[in-house]
């Protein structure tokens, strides 16, 4: 009897063993998987490189409104708005960022950028190509503030609908 007990404790301390390495593999699995889906994202980043921006007014090209560089981890625009960028959702086309702490106006607050899927037709200046985008939300205290807003932005004609609560209107990129 007491063999049995003692086998019967080893095996069940080498299935706690064993069910514990699956947990782990699983979480690891889930971890590489949540990595991986990120990289992708921000490989399919497509608004990444150098641009010059601009605004529409009227339902016209408005001019010119300095230059940015965006990555998948910034969007820069030099003397002007340093953001950094916490969160691409792809699907739903909008970044999360936090503007930079020296910002003359929103230092360190949070924000939502939302943009169109870049095109080759109707582009400002007769660009090759162009994206449309705006911020949706903006100059909020916390990331969780800006993820719980439910404006919704609507790009059907951009150059005359507004964007986010203070119904901004929708700014342009295109090629540096």
């Known amino acids: ?15 706690s063993l064993i069910n514990t390495a699956c947990f782990e593999t699983e979480k690891s699995e889930s971890d590489n998987n949540a990595l991986i889906m990120a990289i992708v994202q ?3 980043f497509e608004i990444k490189g150098s641009w010059n921006l601009g605004f529409y007014t009227g339902g016209t090209d408005g001019g010119s409104a300095g230059s940015s560089v965006v990555t998948q981890t910034s969007w820069k625009e030099p003397g002007s708005q340093q953001l950094t960028i916490l969160e691409i959702d792809i699907a739903n ?13 929103n230092p360190s607050k949070y924000g939502r950028m939302d943009w169109a ?5 109707d582009c400002p200046g007769g660009a090759s190509i162009c994206f449309e985008f705006c911020q949706a939300v903006y100059a909020e205290n916390t ?5 719980s ?4 932005s609507d790009h059907s004609n ?3 609908n507004g964007c ?3 119904s901004f209107g929708w700014n342009y990129a295109v090629p540096q």
């Open 1 to 15: 009897m007491r063999k049995f007990r003692t086998k019967a404790i080893i095996l069940l301390f080498a299935l």
């Open 143 to 147: 990331l969780a503030d800006v993820k």
């Open 164 to 166: 986010g609560a203070a």
């Open 42 to 44: 921000a490989n399919n």
């Open 93 to 105: 086309k909008r970044f999360y960022y936090q503007f930079s702490a020296d910002d003359a106006f």
């Open 117 to 121: 899927t870049p095109h080759t037709n």
């Open 158 to 160: 951009y150059k005359t």
């Open 149 to 152: 807003n439910s404006i919704v």
